[in-house]
């Protein structure tokens, strides 16, 4: 499984766009960048997934260069209810492996 | 529709004691995943299904941990004796094979464990 590397928090403001850089040096041609994001006293609950370019949806976007050596989670104008951990993991068949995460911190 | 649903949500238990976490997943997930988390760590895979299957238990301490998913369906983790270093949130997840690499795993709400 490759391994991420990402920052172990981030603090932001309500309004601010947020944007969290997860970096995979060694990740295999069948992987998938996947997010999960956990609020306290719940699971991980799945965000976005993309293999490359750029993956948009409701809640966030996902930019991940040519080289997939790194990604970037985007979550535009948090709220406070933003505030959580976010994992970026690095998904190949039915493996998910999980790092500390990032913890992103919103304030008003 | 429901999604994992774990019980019990908490349990307090002395050193030594057994204790037992159920997990029923979102119905018609084949994929079954048991994971660990401590305070301020991602989740630990401990094993995961594929329908009655342990596929991967590498991570399971076998000494004191065990597991079973019959028929396919719910599962029960069970930690007999359990230590001090047990205290943790027990989670369970499922997804559904058929989405092959794209894995969206569901997650419940976890069980924290105390032992004392």
């Known amino acids: 499984l490759a391994k991420t590397t990402q920052p172990i928090s981030m603090d932001s403001y309500e309004g601010q766009e947020v944007n969290i850089t997860c970096s995979h040096n060694?990740?295999?041609?069948?992987?998938?960048i996947t997010w999960y994001q956990q609020f306290p006293s719940q699971g991980p609950r799945f965000i976005i997934q993309?293999?490359?370019t750029k993956v948009t949806n409701e809640v966030a976007s996902l930019f991940i260069p040519a080289d997939r050596k790194s990604s970037t989670l985007s979550l535009p104008r948090v709220s406070l209810s933003d505030t959580a951990v976010y994992y970026c993991l690095a998904v190949n068949d039915y493996k998910l492996s999980f790092g500390a995460g990032t913890t992103v911190t919103v304030r008003a | 529709e429901a999604g994992v649903v774990q019980s019990p949500r908490y349990k307090i238990i002395e050193k030594k004691q057994p204790v037992a976490f159920w997990c029923n997943p979102i119905s018609g997930h084949n994929t079954l995943y048991w994971y660990r988390q401590n305070l301020g760590q991602g989740p630990e895979l401990l094993i995961r299904?594929?329908?009655?299957?342990?596929?991967?238990d590498s991570q399971l301490p076998k000494d004191r941990f065990s597991a079973e998913r019959l028929k396919g369906v719910d599962s029960t983790l069970k930690i007999q004796p359990a230590e001090l270093g047990d205290s943790a949130v027990y989670l369970c997840?499922?997804?559904?094979?058929?989405?092959?690499?794209?894995?969206?795993?569901?997650f419940g709400q976890g069980t924290r464990l105390t032992v004392v």
């Open positions: 060694n990740i295999a041609t069948n992987d998938y």
């Open positions: 993309g293999y490359k």
């Open positions: 299904y594929e329908n009655e299957e342990a596929v991967d």
């Open positions: 997840a499922s997804s559904s094979s058929g989405q092959g690499v794209r894995t969206e795993a569901f």
